[in-house]
């Protein structure tokens, strides 16, 4: 031994909140009331109810590599159950509670939980969702109680009281940093769901890479809104980066109403608040109907879905604050780009550059690197330490030789390395033989005033194999006549471009991730 | 394979330059000229000629694991063939010119470093130690020529036309991320210097951990100005951390005075500057004399010695930016913590926060935690990501059996969190059987705004074993009696306390890491 040596640090999930129980002990995590007070918790005491928790669960027989899934709102309990369960070395499997009860239960059947831990309200889904998940041995109910429900074969139980019971002497890491920490299933837009397994080092690095000045830039004195739930892709990651940085974290619940985020972010003082973009929009919309300010706000992150400058513009003259884009996607833990918020120009097209830990290339259809990087279109491929290698239960591989994964996007790199998302490969249309992006007709469609969202698919064409269709749908007491909706189009995109008819829906259909759902619209309006 | 996996991704810091060529590609690296015109490389460029000395290394013997020393000034041909030296697996052993030649040579002969980089104005020095360190082999010159010197058995190169007629294709990384990246030989001011060996992941992860908002939160349009030496402590990781983040990086060179820097600052629009205090003391006596302004500064970051609060108060007036506060150590890769500038009272004897990472412990003399951690003097202890294990060439471990390394710092911890060093266990004086506090005096005393620099150690006294006596360098035209040099510590530190002797001095002797010598001052002022 002639070398000398540094520590081991293994880089495991519950080094973050030892870290914000330790040094930020009494700065607290707060989730709104149903009606009534927020709820609150300091650091140091979620820390022991979390290690009360990995008691509950270890006592059900939960182990190092155990997978236990939740399917709940942004709270308090839920934030608690992660830590619990990731801090064992068992694996946090988030379900979405907007996907059916079929698709939950074949999600538990691929992740064999054997737990499920589910917010009160959502306790009738999961009785569903039990029934076709025989392997299923318990629900434990959170932020409510079970009732006089029952749940078949599996053993129906509320989370609260055994917390109380419990003692606070579990002691978590002690495990392989590469240990799977999390798993979550893509929406499955192009076939089956696709799970991703998050380990608690790519968790980890993921955290600090947000934390760096040019990303999320979080300090110990703000006040971050995740109104992203934590069943997608670990809420972009902010129930690690706040208690990593001592900050105070803010818990929605199951409402993302403008008037429920309104009062939230008065009442709790919120600095940084952080959805998709549709959120905003309701939150501007209240804010515009009642009149109120929100003095406190400093900032407003988007990400998960095109920005419309339109709605960029309003949210920064209403809220008086800058919006900061974002790109990422579930593969990527998830996020992969962040709007520099120092540079001088941003603009809602432009996600951002990559920081330290991550990377871009731009490739051709067969997946060679393009020649010139900037200023071209190509298929965005990502790689990094973060980034998928493997989907769960699949045996290839899902980066290429030179270990890029192909997200699917089409985007192109300005001459200051900021990514600007043109469309996804899959959602081309294909008329006449060449391709028409959607995403470039719905961006100058989506800037006017009158439109809150706007969408443009393939329909079938017996002469051109598939013909552009516009479906928009206006804001509250705007409208505009379709003649001018194409005309705005005029010298934007190619003529052959502009869609061939406009359709007004009066409300544009979601997907479970809050982005426009084109698979309900290519059913609905695709046909020829 | 049923469980999915992340991309490897090994820490290694090419990762950090690869970054920053492909990211920031045209942003500087800036040296200050010698007279005449600063030099200017892009990251691409710099890039491209790290690589080419690698080639050359590799040619004359280098593989992973190797040792190449450093004896050089912060240039950017220094930061090339640090990355150079690291990107292949070898180890940068920096040397500090500040040392001996024997003391060089001995240094040399631990690390069997067969090749050593040096700065040509520093070539004398490199002759004598290459006379004491037989299996030196080769001798490259930087930032100038060999001249028609003579080293002996060593082959003495310039550098320079070599990297001229290498070829750009080595491949950087692809070995294991704990593989050792450097080598620091602390000032050993107690007793043999002793080796830290630096590892990829290690500095990897002090990268990180600067980069967060509330320690460095460097941003991608900052200019950052390390004057802290590359030879210590690798200038506290910032040839690391502002390409990182795309930063533009500014070298002095070798001139660290008020006159150089001020001008490197102004021509360059340095953003944040870097150093110890008593380089801030003369870039102000430089800015007095001369009435001249500094627009472009935002902050003043400070470590390595305790920052005397009348310095502070007189860098934030003069410059009108923020002083931030930081305590490290060699140990620490270096930084422990670092004053967190959101804070709304900041405090020079404050040190700041640890940040996720990081994490201290203050025990008492047995090296048992303190059972109170708060508002309470012990020993510091620390741990971490890139915090030593074991010192170069031991056997034995340098942390305690629950992982601490003791820092030999005596320090407090306010209820916030925040580190205060009160002084070094070893400088504590024994007076009549009890303690005294050297560093508790030097604050009070360093505080008057005649005094420049104050240092206490304790002198030979036959009845009580040792006595303090004060030793002060005045500002200049400023003078203060002795007996008001005392009596400004009467009712603030206990009476037996005070000083028995005043001994001015004309200039501090520093040692080579720019801290007071307390060695040297024992030794000549300690007898009785």
Redesign the interface.
């Known amino acids: 031994?002639?070398?000398?040596?540094?520590?081991?640090?293994p880089?495991t999930l519950n080094?973050?909140l030892d870290?914000a129980a330790?040094?930020?002990p009494e700065v607290e995590v707060v989730t709104a009331g149903e009606g009534d007070a927020n709820r609150r918790v300091s650091y140091a005491l979620l820390r022991e109810r979390a290690r009360k928790v990995s008691r509950v669960l270890r006592d059900f027989g939960v182990v190092l590599g155990s997978r236990v899934a939740t399917l709940a709102w942004n709270t308090q309990t839920h934030v608690e159950t992660w830590y619990a369960i990731m801090g064992m070395g068992a694996v946090c499997h988030t379900l979405n509670p907007r996907l059916t009860a079929t698709q939950l239960a074949w999600m538990l059947g691929q992740s064999d939980a054997k737990i499920l831990i589910v917010s009160a309200d959502l306790l009738p889904l999961a009785i569903k969702v039990a029934a076709d998940a025989s392997r299923l041995e318990r629900i434990l109910v959170i932020d409510g109680s079970p009732g006089g429900e029952n749940a078949g074969t599996a053993e129906l139980l509320a989370l609260e009281p055994l917390i109380e019971r419990a003692i606070a002497d579990f002691e978590w890491g002690g495990f392989d940093e590469c240990s799977?920490s999390g798993?979550c299933f893509t929406s499955g837009s192009t076939g089956a769901p696709k799970?991703?397994?998050?380990?608690h080092?790519?968790s980890f690095?993921h955290?600090?890479?947000l934390?760096?000045?040019?990303v999320?830039?979080?300090?110990?004195?703000d006040t971050v809104l995740p109104v992203v739930p934590m069943f997608h892709a670990n809420a972009w990651g902010l129930p690690f980066a706040v208690p990593?940085?001592?900050g105070k974290l803010v818990l929605p619940g199951r409402h993302a109403d403008g008037a429920s985020l309104a009062r939230l972010i008065a009442a709790e003082e919120v600095t940084i608040a952080v959805g998709v973009p549709t959120v905003w929009l309701g939150l501007c919309e209240h804010l515009e109907a009642t009149g109120s300010q929100l003095p406190s706000l400093k900032r407003i992150i988007v990400g998960g879905s095109p920005m419309p400058p339109a709605l960029m513009e309003r949210i920064e003259k209403r809220l008086g604050v800058p919006v900061q884009t974002s790109w990422g996607m579930t593969e990527l833990?998830p996020v992969g780009t962040f709007g520099?918020m120092?540079?001088t120009v941003r603009n809602a097209a432009l996600s951002g550059?990559?920081?330290?830990?991550v990377?871009l290339m731009l490739a051709d259809a067969n997946g060679d690197p393009l020649e010139e990087q900037r200023e071209q279109e190509g298929r965005l491929h990502v790689?990094?330490?973060?980034?998928?290698?493997?989907?769960?239960?699949?045996?290839n591989s899902a980066?290429t030789a030179a270990?890029w994964?192909d997200t699917g996007d089409l985007a192109r790199i300005d001459t200051q390395?900021n990514l600007m998302i043109t469309g996804r490969a899959k959602d081309l249309i294909k008329s006449g033989g060449e391709w028409i992006n959607p995403a470039e007709i719905e961006a100058v469609v989506g800037a006017l005033p009158q439109v809150s969202l706007a969408a443009v698919i393939g329909r079938s064409d017996h002469k051109w194999g598939e013909r552009p269709i516009l479906l928009v749908e206006m804001r509250e007491d705007h409208d505009i006549s379709d003649q001018d909706l194409l005309a705005s189009l005029r010298g934007r995109v190619a003529s052959w471009w502009i869609p061939d008819a406009v359709v007004r829906v009066p409300s544009m259909p979601l997907a479970s991730t809050g982005k426009i759902d084109k698979i309900r619209l290519r059913a609905t309006f695709g046909g020829a």
Chains 1, 2 share one sequence.
């Not at 799970?195 to 380990?199: A, D, H, L, R, S």
């Not at 999320?216 to 004195?221: A, C, F, Q, R, W």
């Not at 550059?353 to 830990?357: I, K, T």
């Open positions: 031994m002639i070398d000398g040596s540094i520590q081991t640090f880089l080094c973050i870290h330790k040094w930020h799977p798993l799970g991703v397994t998050y380990t080092r790519s690095l955290t600090l890479r934390l760096q000045a040019d999320l830039g979080l300090k110990s004195i990593a940085t001592g833990s520099v120092s540079d550059r990559p920081a330290l830990g990377d790689r990094g330490a973060a980034v998928i290698e493997r989907y769960f239960g699949q045996e980066i270990g994964f390395g």
